[in-house]
């Protein structure tokens, strides 16, 4: 049976636990296109961003 030589130090175990928050992104939906983006965040499809136009809208 495998047994650890050394004990884990706690920063050590903190940094393998520090993974267990990672959580998926969040996404919304759009009031205007009703597509899925992240909050705060361009909308790909139209270019608006808090409802001014950012980027060219894609066709």
Do not use: C, W
Not at 6 to 23: E, L, V, W
Request: aromatic fraction near 6%.
């Amino acid at each position: 049976m495998a047994v650890p030589k050394r004990k884990t130090s706690p920063m050590k175990r903190g940094f393998r636990r520090s993974a267990d928050a990672i959580a998926n992104p969040t996404y919304v939906e759009d009031k205007d296109s009703g597509e899925l983006r992240r909050p705060h965040h361009v909308d790909l499809k139209s270019g608006m961003y808090r409802g001014r136009q950012i980027l060219a809208a894609k066709k």
